[in-house]
């Protein structure tokens, strides 16, 4: 269709990004295959799908302009194809081909068709082939035996094999049977889909060659081999599998699945049980995947293998397919695995922590507290430690690992309160940062009976991390501790914003009248931006006429012009907390009429300045709509759809960084927008221009060509279209402006 350069290549729509119909190919790797020559074909178009018709054209559905209203935009169809190709004469005779239909023809001629050009003809003969029956089977047999072709030979195998799955048996052992010498046949697609066939049809007559040909050199047809006498339950072909396990030593994940897979058909579980003791790893390992897809619990005993990647799989098959009879041995293993952790540890302790957690004995949550306390335990893992410890009591609906529906009956307070009080002062000891506020947060959830003048001590310890001493603050606070005024007073006076927040904040549940004292000499001064932005929310917090009359105020002096644009979404998110009509009137009159601004930039002038880098690297990285990273690259992170951040901020400033985000047609980065040119010939040109001078313009083509033409030459042309949505449907103001402030530190 699109003439050789494009023979053996798929072609994908890829709904993303910039994106549209990307091309590849796929060469031999191993037992499987490996892509090559991946590269853009068809963008950048909203592609939903692509298919190739008769006629010579690839045909492409367009989904239309993205649309977050819901709105239709109206799809769109179009063809590509090259006019000599169309016209060719091959091209019309496979369109009259298929037009005229292949049922009425005879078996002779939809043999000779199982050697055409076209993929859609072999098949469409194939098929219609097998339906002939014993007479079509005669013409498979001698494509299959006697031909020279690789391609024809193989629907002639794929041909007897649809045949035999209709036939009684014995009525058909006899011609299958002439496939067997090709299992020999110097073609190893040949021995490979000969495998293939026999195996999917039950063949039992070949077991012997087929045992023999798990020696076969070439590893695609081992796999086909493996598989083939797993279906056909061949228990004696148990060592040839066992030893290419351990020839292949967990090289080829293809031939690892196939090996394993046959001995899970072949449903010999004692054998392979008894291969935990067997010296290779990789026949280990096999012998687990056979026993987890057995559903054979004697998995439990490569929990205690000395290669990790094994115990992972084992811990895999306990948890992830929920064998609550089994959950016990994975739960009891909990200390040994923290002992002896690891990089490789981080999948089993996560699953044995779930079993110690679903068992829920003492014992088990002493071992889930002796993971927070190890050092050497990953701190992701030891996170999930602390999690586990707050739901103890009334445990979550879903796996921890998995998220699968595992409900699990809530537990007396009475013992855990008791069993983490009694390690709660040394866990604080050894832990630190984010991992120590997540502890301190853990005995406001479970209540538990702590030395409160340590918290205070905490709160006024300026060598601890802030986000340690803003916890146990709030922990002092939610306990309505009697040590809670003298830590927000200490606290107030800290040189750190955010504990200075934190304290305010705590203030605001146990003196909501000093709170709004304070919270009002901050937001009167021109101090921390942060600082001032909290205590607006701060200050909605507290519901109090105060508070009110404050708020009031300040929408105000917002409606007037006389707020800090860096303040201004924090005024409006406080306000849009209350429900009382004084302030709803004005808030409701502010927004609308920013939502009425004439422009995306005005609409969202708000976000220019305000965020927090932090939280914006967050969005980038994994907001699950925005999705920035999938197309732009910040660093060596992210896809290349879309242009490189890495520096976006060095020549860019906040407005343009907003711009770009709300409209992004505005202004489109050199080399990434799409524009449709009409010559002075009559003629169209289409694609990415990726460069533009006075005298020149320069277009990449769909089809990836790069074509320069003269400016003077230029009739009209459409203005440059940007492949990004606009961010303003999917994220809220604040969150543009945290992703501008991340943004503009990229220099």
């Not at 990004?17 to 853009?40: H, K, L, M, Q």
């Not at 003196?511 to 909290?534: I, K, Y």
């Not at 490189?644 to 927008?673: C, H, M, T, W």
Request: proline share 5%.
């Amino acid at each position: 269709v699109l003439g050789s350069e494009y023979r053996d290549h798929f072609f994908m729509a890829n709904y993303t990004g910039n994106g549209g119909i990307e091309t590849f190919r796929v060469v031999p790797n191993g037992a499987s295959f490996t892509i090559e020559n991946y590269r853009d074909f068809l963008k950048p178009i909203r592609a939903t799908d692509v298919d190739f018709g008769y006629d010579g054209k690839m045909y492409i559905s367009d989904y239309g302009v993205l649309d977050w209203t819901g709105e239709s935009n109206l799809g769109r169809m179009y063809t590509l194809y090259d006019p000599k190709i169309v016209t060719d004469s091959k091209t019309q005779e496979l369109k009259s081909l298929f037009a005229a239909g292949f049922a009425h023809r005879s078996e002779k001629e939809l043999a000779s068709l199982l050697s055409h050009a076209d993929q859609r003809v072999r098949q469409r003969a194939q098929f219609v082939l097998a339906e002939r029956g014993v007479r079509g089977m005669v013409e498979f047999l001698a494509v299959a035996v006697g031909g020279k072709a690789t391609i024809p030979r193989l629907h002639g195998i794929w041909g007897v094999g649809q045949i035999a799955r209709k036939l009684d048996r014995r009525s058909h052992n006899v011609q299958v049977g002439l496939l067997l010498p090709l299992l020999k046949d110097a073609d190893p697609h040949v021995r490979a889909q000969t495998a293939y066939t026999l195996g999917d049809i039950g063949f039992k007559a070949g077991n012997v060659q087929l045992t023999a040909l798990l020696k076969d050199p070439v590893p695609a047809v081992q796999m086909h081999t493996a598989l083939a006498l797993g279906k056909l339950r061949h228990a004696p072909a148990i060592p040839g599998l066992v030893e290419l396990l351990r020839v292949n030593d967990n090289k080829d994940a293809y031939l690892r699945h196939a090996a394993s897979h046959a001995l899970s058909l072949i449903g010999n579980a004692d054998a392979a049980a008894a291969l935990a003791k067997d010296e290779s790893p990789a026949v280990r390992l096999g012998a687990v995947l056979a026993l987890r897809r057995l559903g054979d619990r004697r998995v439990t005993q490569f929990l205690d293998d000395a290669k990790p990647a094994v115990v992972a799989e084992a811990a895999r098959a306990i948890n992830d397919l929920m064998w609550d009879d089994a959950t016990a041995a994975l739960a009891d293993r909990l200390p040994q695995f923290t002992a002896a952790t690891s990089f490789e540890s981080d999948p089993i302790l996560r699953r044995s922590i779930n079993a110690a957690y679903l068992r829920g004995s003492d014992a088990d949550l002493g071992a889930v507290l002796d993971v927070i306390s190890h050092r050497n335990v990953s701190d992701a893992v030891r996170a999930e430690a602390v999690r586990t410890v707050a739901d103890w009591v009334r445990p979550t609906t879903r796996d921890r690992v998995t998220g699968m529906w595992r409900p699990t009956p809530a537990r007396p307070t009475e013992p855990v309160e008791r069993i983490v009080n009694e390690r709660f002062t040394s866990l604080l000891a050894v832990v630190s940062g984010a991992l120590q506020s997540d502890v301190i947060r853990l005995a406001t959830q479970l209540n538990l009976k702590v030395d409160e003048p340590l918290f205070l001590g905490m709160v006024g310890d300026d060598q601890l991390a802030v986000e340690s001493r803003a916890a146990a603050l709030q922990l002092l606070a939610t306990r309505k501790s009697k040590h809670t005024d003298a830590a927000a007073t200490r606290a107030l006076s800290d040189k750190l914003p955010q504990l200075r927040s934190a304290a305010r904040n705590a203030l605001a549940t146990t003196q909501p009248e000093r709170a709004v004292e304070s919270l009002s000499e901050v937001l009167a001064a021109d101090g921390d931006l942060s600082e001032r932005q909290d205590a607006l929310l701060t200050l909605a917090s507290v519901k109090r006429p105060e508070s009110d009359k404050q708020l009031l105020e300040w929408l105000t002096r917002l409606e007037s012009g006389k707020v800090p644009d860096a303040l201004a979404l924090d005024v409006l998110k406080a306000a849009e907390t209350r429900e009382t009509p004084e302030i709803t009137k004005p808030f409701k009159k502010i927004t609308a009429n920013l939502d009425a601004a004439p422009t995306m930039l005005e609409k969202h002038r708000w976000s220019v300045v305000g965020g927090d880098a932090d939280r914006g690297r967050q969005l980038f990285a994994s907001h699950r709509n925005a999705q920035c990273v999938r197309c732009h690259k910040v660093g060596d992170q992210g896809g290349d759809a879309g242009p490189n951040l890495s520096k976006v901020a060095e020549k860019n400033n906040r407005e343009y960084l907003l711009q770009a985000l709300v409209e992004p047609d505005a202004k489109i980065a050199q080399g990434f927008g799409s524009v449709v040119l009409a010559m002075s010939d009559g003629t169209l040109l289409a694609g990415v221009l990726k460069e533009e001078t006075k005298e020149k313009l320069t277009v990449v083509t769909p089809d990836g060509k790069t074509v320069t033409v003269a400016a003077d030459d230029v009739e009209d042309r459409t203005p440059p279209k940007s492949p990004m949505p606009s961010m303003h449907p999917v994220l809220q103001r604040r969150e543009i402006r945290d992703l501008v402030e991340f943004l503009s530190t990229l220099k």
